[in-house]
């Protein structure tokens, strides 16, 4: 059985920062596209991040325009772990933060396509 399970997430100030992580089990992370999304309240649950395999030992990161800057995906295929590190937060980043896994390498933003999600984890940044 595939579980995503997020953690990391609360609530700071804006200018802050937070590293979220999902803990993965029952799939082997390194077949896997692995991504962050993240939805705020009353709105589409959007991409943030993914994490693509290019060839041995080479990944490919991708980032929503307004987070490029300031956050970063990584992976642990060793631990099945994937993080988030979130610098200079700021409120509209304000959202529940979603793990997600897929088994393709290839480019998309789109949630649907997507295999596996984590329950969420939610990051509040004050003002």
């Known amino acids: 059985q595939v579980e995503l399970v997020e953690s990391g997430g609360g609530l700071v100030q804006t200018g802050g920062s937070l590293n979220l992580s999902c803990t993965v089990t029952g799939l082997t992370l390194n077949s896997y596209t692995m991504a962050w999304f993240r939805q705020a309240s009353g709105k589409e649950r959007e991409f943030v991040a993914d994490?693509?395999?290019?060839?041995?030992?080479?990944?490919?990161?991708d980032y929503l325009d307004s987070v490029e800057d300031r956050f970063t995906i990584s992976r642990d295929n060793n631990k099945n772990e994937v993080y988030l590190q979130m610098n200079n937060l700021k409120p509209e980043d304000t959202a529940v933060y979603y793990c997600?896994?897929?088994?393709?390498?290839?480019?998309?933003?789109?949630?649907?396509?997507?295999?596996?999600w984590g329950q969420g984890t939610q990051v509040t940044v004050s003002s």
């Open positions: 994490h693509r395999w290019i060839a041995v030992g080479l990944y490919y990161q």
């Open positions: 997600a896994a897929r088994q393709s390498f290839s480019r998309t933003h789109e949630a649907r396509k997507y295999d596996y």
